[in-house]
């Protein structure tokens, strides 16, 4: 007998969004696009951390003229960070499934299906698309890629996984258990300890090489050198 598959699934794609007014509308446009597999839904979850910018008004504006795609919008009444805004979005999805959208292009949705038959299969319950996998992706700073590889390294030794991007932004969980986890992030350590949280009840990470368009700080990257640190103290804090 095979595994039993409920008939309908769903993807939650949740969108920690701070001042990206010159992508959120590109963003949404490329995740409606997105075909996925012949049963599985989209349902797609915006959180504006109170940016200062038009983010808010492009979402409502993107929404309004897409009645048929379905997307729930929420404003924080502070800038409370990404992680913050991430499990803001995970208490709102109502999917079978869960993955991180950032707000930039620097990922691209059609790769949800890249990702998707290793929870479908029931195979894995968490799966990783890996930036360094993909061999003819680009990498705009050296600096960051360093800091991606040893992320990476130290979370593979101190958590036994075999992590080639640890700090991507493509994870992917079965929705059931990444509730169950309780989160208290709030910037850009949601990566480390969910990393670190589902590895100490013992699931594997499954990774799969996805394609990477890199912004740079101009294009309003907002990660810094000291969110690197944050990561390997938040991995070595969990583990210990
Ligand atoms: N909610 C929220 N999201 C943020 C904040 N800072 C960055 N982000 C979002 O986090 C995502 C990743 O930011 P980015 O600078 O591209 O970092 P990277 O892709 O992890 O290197 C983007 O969607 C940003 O809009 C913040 O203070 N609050
Ligand atoms: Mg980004």
Redesign the pocket.
Known sequence: MGIEQKEIRTLSIL??????ENTIQTILGKIRDTALPKGVGKEIIV?D?HSIDSTGAKIKEFRDSNPDVCLKYTR?EV????G??VRTAISLSTGDIIIIQ???L?YDPADYNLLLPYLLSGEYKVVYGSRFLYKENRHSYLR?YWRGQLVSWVAGVLYSQKLTDE?T?YKMFDAALLKSIPLVCT??EFCPEVTAKVSKLGYKIKEVPIHYYP?SIED????KWYDGVEAIWTLLRYRF
């Open positions: 969108i920690p969004a701070y001042n990206e959180v951390d924080h800038n409370s960070g990404k913050s805004a950032d707000a930039d620097e960051f700090p932004c910037g850009f912004r309003g990257k907002k990660i």
